[in-house]
């Protein structure tokens, strides 16, 4: 489904007008549609029905791709799990009301303390992803006489066929136990006495738009699980991490949450394993978009520059990735007392100091000072990746919900950004 839709008063998000937004909350500002988040959970609850596997799947929101305590709550309220990388984002899904036994925890480099904190909270599943963090995860529960429940995250070496940055299934990445040493893996798990073999899990990568990679992950899980069976270890569930791809570009659309995931599914008719997912950009991503506002053009010889007031310390996907977001006007064409500016080719650029900071390379458009545009398919890896580089108070965050439009982030102050320092004596 489409964020945005032309009103009477330009581009609206539900049924309320972005100019209306940008006046009462000013810009920068994220905008996130609470029908649009919705819709992308309930995309993934049908699929899995659709394939007979509604009551053996659980849906992972993966928290790094927006942790907002409002997505968060509304994920919560539909049902969703939570797949997590911090201690951080931890206390934010409880916080938010999110289900400690519904959450999985991710990540390479778990702290101690970060162990600690989960096994307190009672989560669903430590996904493990090296043999150290076996030895060390079991020393923890011990100290705290229980058991941790834990998965293995194997490497199953398959080419996501992705940006190199978000690409985590090959035998280079630092992600994962290698697939070779998996099985060896499970026997000394399941011998250490404060660790409980539950499940297995993979995610090879991130933005995919093709599922014959995750679907190639799943047949080699799936064999694993198999083998691994045959020893004696029977796993309860399989994860098979996040990754679906969204469309970034009007002309480039992205696969329909079923037709993506129907070859995964299928694999999983007459099995009996509970089946996890990890949905981050697909749940969000299009759910939201920036709202910026020109500051000042500024034609040049070789190009013209539209300076907007969010900066890559807002949206840092364009600067990190070379990131393609579709931005477009807020005001209808031909609205408004004034005549719209000349169609010209800008560079829309941010305030930060350093030519890497744009959020979109050579974009047609009729602009004046003052306009406002929004960037698009940014609910994914925006504010939370936002900086407060340049001492830029980080964006406001509002969700519309039909006619009315929430605050659910207030924009930082600038004396909150330095409140925690303090000078010599
Ligand atoms: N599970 C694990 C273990 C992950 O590492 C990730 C994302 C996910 C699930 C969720 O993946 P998703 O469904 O969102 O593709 N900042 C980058 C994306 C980084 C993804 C990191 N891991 C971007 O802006 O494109």
Redesign the pocket.
């Known amino acids: 489904m489409s964020l945005t839709n032309l009103g009477g008063d330009g581009l609206q998000v539900e049924a309320v007008a972005l100019n209306d937004i940008a006046a009462r909350f000013g810009t920068p500002c994220y905008v996130y549609s609470r029908l649009a988040l919705t819709a992308a959970y309930v995309g993934y609850r049908n699929a899995l029905h659709a394939h007979g596997l509604g009551d053996r799947a659980l849906i992972c929101y ?1 928290v ?2 927006n942790s907002n305590l409002a997505i968060l709550n509304l994920f919560a309220r539909l049902g969703a799990g939570f ?1 997590i ?1 911090s201690g951080g984002e931890l206390a934010r899904v409880l916080a938010a009301g999110g289900s400690a036994d519904k959450i999985v925890f ?2 390479v480099g778990k702290s101690r303390e970060e162990m600690r904190q989960a096994l307190e909270a009672g989560i669903h599943c430590f ?1 493990v992803e090296s043999t150290s963090e076996l030895e060390q995860l079991n020393e923890v529960a011990g100290g705290l006489n229980r058991r941790a429940p834990v998965s293995l ?1 194997v490497n199953p070496d398959v080419d996501a066929r992705t ?1 190199p ?2 690409s ?1 299934g090959l035998k280079t990445a630092k ?1 994962g136990v290698a697939f070779d040493q998996a099985f060896d893996t499970y026997r000394r798990a399941a011998s250490l006495p404060h660790l409980a073999v539950k499940g297995i ?1 993979c ?1 090879i ?4 738009l093709d599922p014959a990679p995750a679907a190639e992950a799943a047949d080699k899980v799936l064999a694993l699980v198999d083998r691994l069976a045959a020893a004696g270890i029977v796993l309860e569930h399989i994860d098979l ?5 969204i469309q970034y570009r009007r002309e480039e659309p992205a696969p329909a949450t079923a037709d993506y995931l129907a070859p995964m599914l299928a694999k999983f008719a007459g099995r009996r394993e509970k089946l996890i997912f ?6 969000v ?1 299009n759910a939201g978009l920036l709202l910026t506002r020109v500051q000042v053009l500024k034609p040049g010889e070789e190009k013209h520059f539209a300076v907007v007031d969010a900066a890559m310390n807002d949206l ?2 364009p600067a ?2 070379d ?1 393609w977001h579709d931005i477009v006007p807020v005001a209808k064409v031909g609205a408004g007392d004034t005549a719209p500016g000349t169609p010209m080719r800008y560079e829309i650029v941010g305030p930060v100091c350093e030519s890497g900071d744009f959020l979109g390379h050579d974009r047609e458009l009729a602009l004046k000072e003052g306009d406002l545009l929004a960037v698009l398919s940014a609910g ?2 925006g504010m939370a ?1 936002a900086s407060n580089y340049n001492s830029r108070p980080r964006a406001a965050e509002v969700m519309v919900d039909g006619t009315h439009a929430h605050l659910i982030r207030r924009r930082e102050s600038v004396a909150e950004l330095f409140a925690p320092e303090s000078v010599l004596p």
């Open positions: 993966a790094k791709a797949d990388v991710s990540g996904n995250r940006h940055y978000i985590t992600f899990d995610h990568g991130s933005q995919l991490g996040g990754g679906m791809g990890e949905p981050g950009r697909s749940l991503g840092m996907r990190l990735y990131a994914a890896y990746m």
